[in-house]
């Protein structure tokens, strides 16, 4: 297991996970704000559609392709 | 600094792990390339709720053990510096890799059309829910309605009710007769046909399409057009996609000719591009055993064994048969592009609805006035749904083939032309 | 051949210019047939930065009348079109530029223009994204961007002006030649269509200079004003090989914009990543948090320059009906205001706070052929 703050929330998860699923876990699973202000979540699951661009670690980076790591910071985007 | 491979495959579904074994005893270098952390492709995905079939996992592990493969793992493709050269980038860092021969097994993404709600959190693709799942995405206690077409649906049903979803209803746009004829059809392949009897769930409603996702700021239910009727259904998950688009943008970008919106290839696997071989999804889909036979296929064909390629053609040719049983099957109902309401998004990227894009005449001029295409997907899921809604080509592809930072693009100024 | 009488005037090319052009017409009570090839062209790809240059007199004239006219219009314009006055800051990198910029500075204010100083500290007290070490620059206050294809297309959307997708194989004074070898005639016929300008016209002196460009994904807005280098000056808009000069733009969207290259003798459209990676080390020099932001799209345009990078306006001297405006380089956005009212006053016979004389035709294509 490692642990990782998604969203200012520490949650512990299985080596392997993605960072969607962790936002799914410690939250409502959002990772964004629509350019009409309409909350989104990961839709395509392979790196297509990018709804799910988050900021891990201070970059921007798609949470169905990046596997958690210990200590890492995840925040969604407002 | 360039590094510099004999063999490049990009991608490591069915297609490029085959490619990548049936190379390495020519004792070449080989690099195999893929976006997501590890190899396995969609079908192949690995993750802590992810099941491997024990074939996966072996030829993993064959692979691990050819000295003379590298595995670069969440590394995608960048721009294209020279010929026989890519820009690639990773979380850390951006390179450029100079090959000899490049193997394309680039795959397909599935094709979301939009709807009324489709935008909804808990919405997501068919192979989306599935590859949300195997990566921890917890689903239990959860329901499920599985939409669109394709045996991915049962597939993705599967994988969500093995991890404790309750799945409601798979609706199926294809016709009852159109499921019965595919199904009839599979005996001749024994393995698929046992595959199917396993992923078979009574939830499964042939004739049925999405109408639209219900909810606020959350998918609460589904309306659905079931055989005929209208019913709603209150769900957790609506996991809806309609079939496989090849990912043909980095093919076309380096120059390979398309056919029937796929990389055209040869016998060999080979492209119009000298050099360049394709196989699996990207070529056409047809399901893993056709993308590794493919594979395999364009794997010896570049290390220069015609001889050993050339024997794989009799079991390529067999699940051929299939995919065209596949294909004709599961061909989808022109209702399925009306679902649109005017104000329901299709350019998600840039929040663009249908009615400001079915003023226009094309692709590029309807970019220009609503800026549908110009957002961070680069026009992947729009550019399908318009080519279906619309009967729009999206234009030629050009670098970034993917977002890329910055300071990985600089690398590109040590290349000015001669 | 019996041309087709279609509208008071024909506009050959729907970019801004042509749409700015039509719109005053349009407003004066000609009919107008806007006719467009439906090919990318400098409006589609350009930045839209609305500025006041003053490389030279004639062009500050220019572009500062133009640019109050795109004030005066800025409250009727739809959202769509995204304007915005939040300002130029021009940076000096040493002291070379800083004198550029206090000479800029001391002409500018002559001119009316709400301007400042900033010197070194200042500079990230407005901008905290640049680098450390930059001299100072210079506000430009009054200008600003816009998102010139919507306002385009507001500009043609006028009951007298009716739009055409066809292309233009031949002009012959105020008839022109279409693809399907139909000929159509009017009062008179614009061109300004850019770089394609030459297809109609050898005579013209426009050659194209690509500009390659980028933009970024979505990121909290941290810039305000647009940033270009003053090395924009001397380097890329006057010199002969490629040049690249920093030019950051930020979207309301949040994106940031990101030019300027300048390349000739290609009409090559596709993006080569040498010169897009050497546009975007200059621009990173300035800012360096750019380094890890990502950049989504790539594209270039060609910008139709006239040998002293002032438009033509005015009608052509040895082909009377056709009138000309063309060849304003990377001001079109800013000058096509001004352009549509020269215009106008020349057809008109009226007269403008604006001199037409220095973007006359004559002086490149000589005077009239007839007495």
Redesign the interface.
């Known amino acids: 297991m490692l642990e990782l703050t998604v969203d200012g929330r520490t949650l512990q998860v299985a080596v392997g996970t993605s960072v969607a699923a962790a936002l799914a876990m410690a939250g409502d699973g959002c990772t964004r704000t629509s350019v009409s202000g309409q909350r989104r979540a990961p839709l395509c699951g392979m790196g297509i559609c990018q709804e799910c661009r988050v900021t891990i670690d201070g970059a921007r980076r798609l949470a169905c392709q990046t596997s958690c790591r210990d200590g890492m910071q995840v925040r969604s985007l407002p | 600094m360039i590094e510099h491979v004999d063999i490049l495959i990009i991608g490591a579904g069915p297609a490029g792990i085959h490619a990548a074994l049936a190379a390495a005893p020519s004792g070449l270098r080989i690099v195999l390339l893929d976006d997501n952390p590890l190899p396995g492709g969609q079908i192949w995905r690995d993750g802590p709720q992810a099941s491997l079939p024990t074939q996966a996992t072996r030829l993993r592990e064959r692979l691990q053990a050819c000295a003379n493969v590298q595995i670069q793992g969440s590394t995608r493709v960048i721009a294209r510096p020279a010929p026989h050269q890519l820009l690639v980038e990773n979380d850390q860092r951006g390179w450029i890799i100079g090959y000899a021969k490049l193997i394309l097994c680039t795959g397909a993404r599935e094709l979301l059309l939009p709807f009324p709600g489709w935008t909804l959190p808990g919405v997501t693709g068919a192979g989306g829910l599935q590859a949300l799942i195997k990566g921890g995405l917890p689903v239990a206690g959860e329901r499920v309605v599985v939409a669109g077409s394709g045996p991915l649906l049962l597939a993705s049903a599967h994988s969500a009710a093995k991890n404790g979803a309750r799945i409601l209803r798979i609706a199926e746009q294809a016709s009852t007769r159109a499921v019965a004829g595919f199904a009839t059809q599979l005996p001749r392949w024994p393995h698929k046909w046992l595959q199917s009897l396993q992923l078979f769930s009574p939830a499964y409603r042939p004739g049925s399409h999405v109408l639209a996702a219900l909810g606020d700021d959350r998918l609460e239910g589904v309306r659905l057009m079931q055989q005929g009727r209208i019913r709603e259904v209150p769900c957790d998950r609506l996991a809806c996609g309609f079939g496989l688009v090849p990912n043909t943008q980095l093919g076309e970008a380096l120059g390979c000719a398309l056919q029937d919106r796929a990389i055209a290839v040869d016998a060999w696997q080979a492209s119009s591009l000298a050099d360049h071989f394709a196989a699996g999804e990207c070529t056409g889909f047809g399901g893993s055993e056709l993308a590794s036979v493919e594979g395999s296929i364009a794997g010896h064909a570049a290390a220069g064994d015609q001889a050993a390629a050339q024997r794989l053609w009799p079991q390529r040719a067999r699940w051929q048969g299939f995919a065209a049983v596949l294909n004709r099957a599961f061909a989808l109902d022109p209702a399925l592009a009306a679902l649109c309401a005017p104000d329901t998004l299709v350019c998600r990227c840039e929040d663009v609805p249908f009615a400001a894009l079915a003023a226009h005449c094309d692709w590029r001029e309807a970019k220009l006035a609503t800026r549908c295409g110009m957002g961070a997907c680069q026009g992947r899921v729009c550019g399908a749904a318009t080519a279906h809604l619309f009967g729009w080509q999206p234009s030629a592809p050009r670098p970034p083939f993917s977002p890329a930072r910055i300071e990985t693009l600089l690398r590109l100024d040590g290349h000015p032309p001669a | 051949m019996n041309p087709t009488a279609v509208a008071d005037a024909i506009v050959i090319g729907a970019g801004i210019v042509g749409a700015a052009c039509a719109q005053a017409l349009a407003k004066r009570g000609l009919s107008v047939r806007v006719l467009d090839a439906?090919t990318?062209g400098a409006t589609?790809a350009g930045m839209g930065h609305l500025l006041v240059l003053d490389d030279n007199a004639a062009e500050l004239a220019l572009s500062q009348y133009s640019l109050q006219r795109w004030r005066d219009i800025a409250g009727s314009l739809p959202n769509g079109c995204a304007y915005r006055s939040n300002g130029t800051l021009w940076l000096a990198a040493n002291d070379e530029e800083m004198a550029v910029a206090e000479h800029k500075f001391e002409v500018l204010r002559e001119h009316g223009e709400a301007c400042e100083i900033l010197a070194g500290n200042a500079l990230r007290e407005r901008e905290p994204l640049l680098r450390e070490g930059l001299e100072g620059g210079l506000l430009i206050k009054g200008d600003g961007i816009v998102y010139a294809?919507?306002a385009a297309?507001w500009m043609l959307d006028h009951p007298l002006i009716r739009q055409q997708?066809a292309t233009v194989t031949e002009v012959d004074g105020n008839r022109v030649r279409l693809a399907d070898g139909q000929w159509l005639s009017a009062g008179m016929v614009l061109l300004a269509n850019g770089i394609q300008a030459t297809e109609l016209c050898p005579e013209l002196p426009i050659q194209a200079k690509k500009g390659h460009l980028?933009?970024?994904?979505?990121?909290?807005a941290q810039i305000t004003h647009t940033l270009v280098e003053l090395g924009y000056v001397t380097s890329a808009h006057n010199a002969s090989g490629p040049s690249t000069a920093c030019n950051i733009q930020p979207r309301p969207?949040g994106q940031l914009f990101i030019g300027a290259s300048r390349q000739f003798n290609t009409t090559d459209p596709?993006?080569?990543?040498?010169?897009?990676?050497?546009m975007?080390?200059r621009?990173?020099e300035y800012v360096p948090a750019?380094?890890?932001?990502?950049?989504?799209?790539?594209?270039t345009g060609f910008r139709a320059a006239s040998p002293d990078g002032l438009p033509l306006v005015g009608e052509h001297p040895q082909r009377p009906g056709l009138w000309l405006a063309v060849g304003h380089e990377g001001l079109g956005v800013t000058t096509a205001p001004a352009t549509a009212d020269l215009l106008v006053a020349q057809l008109f016979d009226e007269s403008l706070p604006l001199a037409a004389t220095p973007y006359l035709p004559q002086r490149f294509l000589g005077g009239s052929s007839h007495a």
């Open positions: 439906g990318p589609a294809p919507a297309q997708r980028a933009i970024t994904d979505r990121y909290p969207t596709d993006v080569e990543g040498w010169m897009l990676a050497k975007l080390r621009a990173a750019l380094n890890t932001l990502n950049v989504i799209r790539a594209w």
